[in-house]
């Protein structure tokens, strides 16, 4: 039976959204993890952060390397702030070669050493998959105050941004196979329910109260398999 839980992330698993009325990101109450923790009865400690790379995740990870022995898991979820561009270069020139916060060949290089040092302290690391993104809404979003056409001609198409962060998601499955490592598949669930954009927040990137209850569903049936 599973007891103790550690977990290190982003903004997802930290349990961030944004609040349509009041216009602002908000810390959900009854995110995933405090969902799973309530339902299941585990003890969890979320070391996540808001805006969290891998490269920012894996010295958040070095500071609690010593505890990572004494959860029965560490969960890591990354990705969706590794593949973002910063997107007031891009509409200022268009023109030029603009990188991603983290390029993927580097995103699975320290993704890789993350998942061997939770192994190499005693804890069994478990991977989340990345909840898809409704690429039109965050094209709207980022572009905000910044100028649209510049963006989308360096983009080439909006659904572009969608392929590309399904990119990051398919290095985090190829992940898991070479380490043998768990991974829970949140991509899956949000897609098989059809409209997965009412799960997804008015930014398109981060799931809504609905999306987490998604989420903390997979997680707790996955759990029950494998128990």
């Known amino acids: 039976m599973i007891q103790s839980v550690c977990v290190f992330g982003d903004s997802v698993a930290k349990g961030i959204a944004f609040d349509s009325v009041r216009k602002k990101y908000i810390l959900l109450k009854d995110s995933f993890v405090s969902m799973v923790e309530k339902n299941d009865h585990i003890v969890i400690r979320n070391f996540s952060k808001f805006g969290c790379t891998v490269t920012k995740g894996g010295e958040v990870l070095k500071k609690h390397m010593s505890e990572l022995g004494r959860y029965d898991y560490t969960v890591l979820e990354f990705g969706g702030n590794d593949c973002d561009f910063n997107w007031a270069e891009v509409s200022a020139s268009p023109e030029s070669n ?10 699975e290089e320290y993704y890789s050493r993350m998942i061997d040092e939770v192994k190499a302290c005693g804890g069994k690391p478990v991977l989340l998959s990345l909840p898809p993104i409704d690429a039109k ?20 198409d909006v659904e572009f941004i969608y392929r590309w962060h399904e990119m990051y998601n398919l290095a985090v499955n190829r992940l898991a196979i070479l380490h043998h490592v768990p991974l829970i598949d949140i991509s899956s669930a949000f ?10 927040c008015e930014d398109g990137i981060h799931p809504n ?9 997979t997680i707790e049936k996955y759990a029950l398999i494998n128990a």
């Not at 109260?209 to 569903?217: A, F, Q, S, V």
């Open 137 to 156: 809404r965050y094209f709207d979003w980022i572009s905000r105050g910044l100028n649209p056409e510049n963006i989308l001609r360096w983009l080439g």
């Open 191 to 200: 897609l098989k329910t059809g409209n997965y954009q009412n799960l997804i």
């Open 209 to 217: 109260e609905n999306g987490h209850r998604l989420i903390g569903r």
């Open 98 to 107: 603009h990188v991603p916060n983290t390029p993927v060949s580097v995103f």
